[in-house]
């Protein structure tokens, strides 16, 4: 099974290291030199006192034709316009496209695609990109995914063909899996990001708690979510998990980056909006980071 | 005329060396050392390129009795339990006082004052106190008083003697004179403490422009103010010719001082909760504020 996987970030390169194990993988990058790199140097996964390096085949985004059996797409949200304007255009549909993007701002770009299935995963993995090549896998975690368009066959043989130390689940809704990993991230990279807090602050500052408290009641009211309590928990463990971490809007803001701040709450207003409810709070501080967001570099 | 300072901060220290050129003034200071420093160097007053040294009297707060014609409280808004402790607990109270605190916050405490004359005032000056005796001027304005309680006689003839270069206005309504100060402060001081920005940036920035009227809009409603038009054009007056000012929020907060948020936002949220209305957005900021004090100096 050949796997192509777009775009070679933290996630891209995470992703090929592993998934390399186990299939044939390409990988497309934004610059000719990052794939020159990687195809002198391979992929070096750094995991705890582990380093392991895998060789795969690096292109540049350019030479990308959707031919591979799946296609994982990793960029940002805000990079999605130039891929999903390549394969409307490619004369052969690509079969299997799994994205794996943050938010749920991505869902409707989505539907303009003409691929055949379409597949979503939202991603509990921490990693941090050291340089071209290099990725750190600083939190363990699974990824989920879910059918998004189409039927799920073709990716069942995939996930079953991990491997295990990698782990995927398959979900069979996907509108509730992302709506976790979006409450996760609507709350925690804001707040931390505003304040220049590490996560763990959110819960041990007993005034950050109200705010993380006020910031919920907003977002799960525009959402609707059911059994909110779950969420909020859900928020709480992230939090206490992985206290000491500096989210990655806040690393994004420290590092001067786009952030991905229009997938995640810039949906919430959306949705909002949508249903004709109001969001003082999340829109004012979607108005703070995109304040904080201009002269940075951007684009994919 | 005798006249009583009590507090030698910024403002206490500003009003002593130019009261000083009219009247007599002892200035009381929260330490010993502070009295002594004054007593020995003067206060040395900076406005531009000029400096000026006034002798007075400076004593440590324990032995003020209130016996002075006038006296001023310059001191912040959550110092003054131990002021108006003292004031009733004297065997005879004070003739005037006037209150020269930020917010509305203090109004409730001025309440339980057994003094005879109470009056109040807004500063529209900037100033930085250097050291123990040294203040620097360093925005020019000028100083609103009213009556809280009592007969404006004897403030009258303190007004018509301060001298031409450091004007004090009568106002013959309290409320508003405060109202206007209170909402230059509830916007601009939170918005540029948890953004870390100067105060124009809060107009030159369309988001944090955005953020601003967000948050006027919250305020304007809860304290259901008139004309709410003018008040907002004040406040960005303000962001205006203080464009490359930090505000003392933010100057408080990165000196690990305590801030005036209760005197500021608490007010408004204590008006939000007395007038049955929801402030998602105010109290969110005042949580930001108060979770960034934790562990920060302060009391009187």
Redesign the interface.
Known sequence: MKVGIIGAGSIGLLFAAYLSRCFEVIIYTRTEEQASEINKYGILLKKESNKTISFVTALPFTEWRGTEDLSLITVKQYQLDDIIGKINKMPVAPKNLLFLQNGMGHLKQLETICGQNIFVGSIEHGALRENSYTVSHNGMGITNVAVFKGNYGPLSHFVSSVPKEFPIVFRDQYTQMLLKKLMINALINPLTA??KVENGALLD????F??LE??FG?ASAILELENDTDYFQQVMDVCRTTANNRSSMLKDLEANRRTEIDAILGYILAEAKKRGKKA??I??LY??I???E?GVKGGY
């Open positions: 505003i304040l500052n007993p005034y950050y109200k705010a006020n910031l907003e003082p709070l829109e004012t108005y703070f995109k304040g904080k201009i």
